[in-house]
């Protein structure tokens, strides 16, 4: 098994925000490890796991992480591998906008991407698309992805179409 994708968060009351990222790669068939890295309690944990990610052979670093979510910026700060960050509303969060800042706001030179508040499956369908530049097999996965919900949504269009509801642009 060749992990390819860190999922890390601050703490694991943080696992069920990060869950549909690990669910997403498991369909997709992408190898992924889940573990706890904070950047405040455990420092050295967070440089140590950033650092060796590459060796290690991990891709992407997907870090989720509430209130002042100093986690993605942080770990980008001591790698070169892509991070996604997931800003988690937590119980210390004010609303969650100070996690989406905190990731949002990062200085030039040390780029985070960042998917939208608790939104940890985009944070997975992200690392996917980034392994697919490499990898065909996974990008064609991708494709198939996109393909079947472009086929959910011309079904709802149809469903709603036959319900009688006015619509001249699908006439």
Same mark, same amino acid.
């Given at each position: 098994m060749a992990i390819q994708v860190g999922i890390i968060?601050?703490?694991?009351?943080?696992?069920p925000v990060m869950e549909p990222a690990a669910a997403v790669l498991k369909a997709l068939g992408i190898d992924y490890e889940v573990t706890v890295v904070s950047a405040h309690r455990t420092p050295l944990r967070m440089i140590s796991y950033?650092?060796?990610? *590459?060796?290690? +052979? /991990?891709k992407v670093i997907i870090a989720g992480a509430g209130g002042a979510a100093h986690l993605p910026g942080m770990v980008a700060s001591v790698t070169a591998l892509p991070v996604i960050g997931v800003p988690v509303?937590?119980?210390?969060?004010?609303?969650?906008?100070?996690?989406?800042?905190?990731?949002l706001q990062m200085p030039n030179?040390?780029?985070?991407?960042t998917v939208a508040l608790n939104a940890a *499956?985009?944070? +997975? /369908?992200?690392?996917?698309?980034?392994?697919?530049t490499s990898d065909d097999a996974v990008y064609q996965k991708m494709?198939?992805?996109?393909?079947?919900?472009?086929?959910?949504?011309?079904q709802k269009?149809?469903?709603?179409?036959?319900?009688?509801?006015?619509?001249?642009?699908?006439?």
């Amino acid at each position: 098994m060749a992990i390819q994708v860190g999922i890390i968060m601050g703490s694991d009351s943080d696992l069920p925000v990060m869950e549909p990222a690990a669910a997403v790669l498991k369909a997709l068939g992408i190898d992924y490890e889940v573990t706890v890295v904070s950047a405040h309690r455990t420092p050295l944990r967070m440089i140590s796991y950033a650092q060796k990610a *590459k060796e290690r +052979g /991990l891709k992407v670093i997907i870090a989720g992480a509430g209130g002042a979510a100093h986690l993605p910026g942080m770990v980008a700060s001591v790698t070169a591998l892509p991070v996604i960050g997931v800003p988690v509303k937590s119980s210390n969060s004010i609303d969650g906008w100070d996690s989406v800042l905190s990731i949002l706001q990062m200085p030039n030179g040390v780029p985070v991407a960042t998917v939208a508040l608790n939104a940890a *499956k985009n944070a +997975g /369908l992200l690392a996917a698309q980034i392994i697919g530049t490499s990898d065909d097999a996974v990008y064609q996965k991708m494709v198939h992805y996109k393909q079947e919900m472009e086929a959910e949504v011309l079904q709802k269009v149809a469903r709603l179409k036959g319900s009688g509801q006015p619509n001249t642009f699908d006439s």
